[in-house]
C-alpha cells in the first residue's frame, strides 16, 4: 500500500542519533555510522524525528510501504520500560491519532501492563521537548483522527455522524483504527451536496471515504486502498454512492476491482442517486 513514511538522505546524515532518540517507535537505529529506517512497520510516518535532525537528512515521502502496526511497536518498546511506552503514547497523543492512541492502550490492557497513563499530562517526567511553533510533518488537513460526531446526544434536528478525519481516499489510510471492522461508505463527491438528508440516511454507522472517479488522479492506488480495508481492516461491508451521471459508474468498478483482488469476501451495495437528490436505485451486488 502506499502511505507517508520518512526518507533517509544519507550524505546529509552525521550520525549524531538524534533521531533515533527522537522516533519514540524505534523504527530507528544507528548502523555503521548512519541512521537506518530498520522497518516500516514502526514508521508512523508524522515525523517526530524531521524536527531532531540538525542536518535536513529526513524528509517524508508516500510510497509503497508496510502498514503501520501499532500492535508491534507497543510489543518491541514495552520491554524498554514504563517511561519509552508514555512518550510513545504521548507523541500519538500530541498529533491526534486517537485510533492508535486506543490501540496501545488496548495492548497493554489484553498483556497485563500496567502504566501511569496520568503522567502523561506531566511533560517534566517524560522529560520530552516540545516541537517549535513552526515546526510541521506534514499538511495538517491529512492528519488522521477520530473524535465524537458533532452535536451527538443533542436534541439538534440534524447533526454530522462523521466520525474520523480525512475522508478523501487518496489521504486516507486504509489501515487506519477507524475502519477495522466498519461499515464503510464510499460516496462520489458530488453525492453529499445532491442529498439533503446524507448524514442521516447514508453516512450514520459507517465510515466516510469520498472519491470522484473522472476527476482525481493515480486511481489505481484506490482500487489498492479499498483491497487493503478489505483484505487487513477486514471491513463488513462496502456502500457504494454514486450519482446518476455516466462517469460516476467509475466508481463502483473500482470498489468491484479491489473485491475481486480480494481474499476476502465483503457484501458491496450501490445506491445510485439523481441529480435532483433522488434516489433512482439500491441494489447489493
Known amino acids: 500500500m502506499k502511505r507517508t513514511v520518512i526518507k533517509i538522505d544519507e550524505e546529509k546524515c552525521n550520525g549524531c542519533e538524534q533521531c533515533v532518540n527522537g522516533c519514540h517507535e524505534g523504527a530507528l537505529q544507528m548502523i555503521e555510522g548512519k541512521a537506518r529506517l530498520v522497518s516500516e512497520l514502526y514508521c508512523d510516518g508524522l515525523g517526530a524525528c524531521i524536527g531532531e535532525c540538525p542536518e535536513g ?5 508516500e510510497r509503497e510501504a508496510e502498514p503501520y502496526n501499532e500492535a508491534a511497536v507497543m510489543e518491541r518498546i514495552s520491554k524498554q520500560g514504563e517511561n519509552v511506552v508514555l512518550a510513545h ?35 517534566e517526567i517524560l522529560h520530552i521537548e516540545q ?7 506534514g499538511c495538517p488537513g491529512s492528519r488522521e483522527r477520530a473524535f465524537i460526531p458533532a452535536g451527538a446526544g443533542t436534541q439538534a434536528s440534524a447533526q454530522s455522524e462523521l466520525t474520523h478525519w480525512p475522508v478523501q481516499l487518496h ?18 463527491d458530488c453525492v453529499p451536496f445532491s442529498i439533503a438528508d446524507f448524514h442521516n440516511r447514508f453516512l450514520k454507522g459507517k465510515k466516510l471515504v469520498i472519491a470522484c472517479p473522472k476527476l482525481d488522479s493515480n486511481k489505481e492506488v484506490y482500487v489498492e486502498k479499498l483491497r487493503v480495508m478489505i483484505d487487513e481492516s477486514r471491513i463488513n461491508t462496502l456502500n457504494v454512492v454514486i450519482m ?9 468498478k473500482l470498489a468491484e476491482l479491489a473485491a475481486e483482488s480480494s481474499s476476502r469476501k465483503v457484501p458491496i451495495k450501490c445506491t445510485v442517486v439523481g441529480i435532483r437528490g433522488d434516489v433512482i436505485e439500491e441494489e447489493w451486488l
Not at 446518476?244 to 463502483?252: D, F, I, W
Open 57 to 61: 537528512a529526513i524528509t517524508l515521502e
Open 89 to 123: 503514547l504521548k507523541h500519538l497523543k500530541d498529533h491526534n491519532e486517537m485510533g492508535f492512541f486506543a490501540e496501545g492502550v488496548k495492548y497493554l490492557d489484553n498483556n497485563g501492563i500496567t502504566i501511569d497513563l496520568a503522567k502523561l499530562m506531566n511533560k
Open 131 to 137: 516541537p517549535s511553533a513552526g515546526h510541521s510533518g
Open 171 to 188: 489521504l486516507a489510510n486504509p489501515s487506519a483504527a477507524h475502519f477495522q471492522n466498519a461499515d464503510v461508505l464510499l460516496a462520489a
Open 244 to 252: 446518476e451521471v455516466p462517469c460516476c459508474s467509475g466508481l463502483l
